[in-house]
């Protein structure tokens, strides 16, 4: 069976964002390579415009919009960081955008959608309760009502390649750091479009790379998936890495884990926390809590994660867009 995208979907995503992207940093760290006795390259997502990798997804998709899709726009359904990707994007292309978020997505997410929005005529945010309606029906309904065009935030061919850029950088910056490549490349995990689309750039560009997914410990529908070979779907779960907190793998992002992903292992609330004060105290970079999915399973050295030490490995902080008082409260020891 074909996957859903190739090596070549993402390069042609590269041209696309080119110019519009930031080509973000890749950080290292001593502490860190001591802690975990790996030579680690994390890619800053963190600091990608709107503050995620999402942007690279939702640019993508809106940049294959025909002329008659961007007057009658794009309507996304998203916890945040698609959201803000698709409003931002669609206001530098010129288009209107109505984004379905649940009423208690964080207040800097949702208050940089609609900033995002201002000035752009028919575009809106539409609240809905996460855990009592369904944001995929809310979106179709829109869509159909509106005559708009529905971008996921996961399974789409599109926002898949999109996402698999931030890995090609990750790779081409490492050579250029030090001319090596990649052993293992540490990916967060929420319907796996990041993950799907970088381990398709991965493969390709380091033959044998092995690529793990980390998804919080209450939201482990891939892994779940993964074991019984089908695309499990569970309750929207309950954990601060809100960014993760998907029912189910995508149908095209599910073929895709299944081939080119060594496997999934989770990480606990707390231990994103710790990431979260690492970042923060010692590297000088606010990460979200889903951002640290992949840090904090390396540094806890998360269970099915196989011994990396001596290994050069990649991790891909996925964004940074996280109430400041929040983190307070986090770093502070609230996770209540």
Not at 92 to 112: E, N, Q, R, W
Not at 221 to 246: F, N, Y
Not at 317 to 330: A, I, K, M, P, Q
Request: charged share 20%; with cysteine.
């Amino acid at each position: 069976m074909s996957l859903a995208i190739t090596f070549d979907d993402v390069a042609r995503a590269a041209r696309h964002l080119a110019g519009h992207a930031h080509r973000t940093p890749v950080l290292t760290s001593r502490t860190a390579d001591a802690r975990t006795g790996a030579r680690v390259f994390y890619k800053a997502e963190n600091l990608q415009r709107m503050g995620a990798f999402k942007f690279r997804g939702a640019f993508n998709a809106l940049s294959h919009f025909t002329p008659e899709q961007r007057v009658r726009g794009v309507i996304a359904y998203s916890s945040g960081n698609h959201a803000q990707a698709i409003a931002l994007s669609a206001r530098m292309l010129g288009m209107p955008s109505v984004i379905v978020m649940p009423h208690d997505a964080p207040a800097a997410k949702l208050a940089a959608t609609r900033g995002y929005q201002e000035g752009q005529a028919g575009s809106e945010v539409v609240l809905y309760d996460r855990y009592t309606e369904d944001r995929e029906a809310i979106g179709a309904r829109l869509a159909a009502e509106r005559g708009m065009t529905l971008v996921p935030p996961y399974d789409h061919p599109h926002v898949m390649a999109g996402q698999g850029t931030a890995a090609l950088e990750l790779i081409e910056q490492v050579r250029e750091l030090d001319g090596g490549g990649l052993d293992a490349l540490l990916v967060c995990v929420g319907g796996g479009g990041l993950v799907s689309g970088c381990a398709v750039a991965a493969h390709h560009l380091v033959p044998g790379v092995q690529v793990w997914g980390v998804e919080p410990e209450a939201g482990n529908d891939t892994q779940r998936s993964l074991a019984e070979g089908r695309i499990v779907h569970i309750d929207t779960p309950k954990t601060i890495a809100d960014g993760a907190q998907t029912q189910h793998s995508g149908t095209l992002t599910f073929p895709v884990i299944q081939a080119l992903v060594s496997g999934i292992v989770t990480v606990s609330d707390a231990q994103l926390v710790e990431a979260m004060r690492f970042f923060a105290e010692r590297m000088k970079i606010v990460v979200e809590p889903t951002g640290c999915l992949g840090a904090a399973a390396l540094f806890e050295r998360a269970a099915g994660l196989p011994d990396l030490r001596g290994a050069r490995v990649g991790v891909i902080l996925s964004g940074g867009n996280v109430d400041v008082r929040r983190l307070g409260e986090l770093l502070a020891g609230g996770l209540a």
